[in-house]
């Protein structure tokens, strides 16, 4: 069995380091993460020049020695979902637990398991439970919208 943890990123213009929300992600993928073959960390970087959250992760990782994998270039939770499936895809994974704030899960959740298929076993590990007012509305404003895209099947890997 192969079993992929995947750390969704977050952050806001405002600032340089691994925002709070990232780093809370993180802790939590880090407890998941025993027995795991590979950690992907997914996220880009919002200003020009400066470290994506992917690397922003894999900097403050104190997890387990696992071989850990940093996509840079998702912008979106349909991003992240693409990057989960190709590395899952690449890997060969039975299993994947996705790591993201509990707010945030469903659609994350919704996303990464269109992009799957359904032969791959998905879990769901957050931080402690919060429920921030704006990202809640935020969250139930993009569910129908990711409903829509997961059913369109356009998340799967991307072939070439």
Do not use: C, F, Q
Not at 83 to 98: I, N, Q, R, S, T
């Amino acid at each position: 069995m192969t079993r992929l943890v995947a750390v969704l990123g977050y952050s806001t213009l405002r600032g340089e380091d691994l925002h709070p929300i990232g780093a809370a992600r993180l802790e939590a993928a880090e407890r998941v993460a025993g027995g795991a073959d590979a950690v992907l960390l997914s996220g880009w970087s919002r200003r020009r020049h400066r470290p994506s959250e992917a690397e922003l992760m894999r900097r403050a990782w104190r997890g387990p020695d696992v071989l850990l994998l940093a996509d840079g270039d998702a912008r979106t939770t349909a991003g992240n979902a693409r990057a989960v499936a190709a590395a899952a895809h690449e890997l060969g994974a039975d299993e994947v637990v996705l790591v993201t704030s509990s707010w945030h899960a469903r659609r994350a959740r919704l996303l990464v398991r269109a992009a799957l298929g359904p032969d791959v076993r998905l879990e769901v590990a957050t931080p402690e439970r919060t429920r921030p007012a704006y990202h809640v509305g935020r969250e139930l404003a993009w569910l129908l919208p990711a409903g829509a895209l997961a059913l369109s099947r356009k998340l799967g890997p991307r072939r070439r």
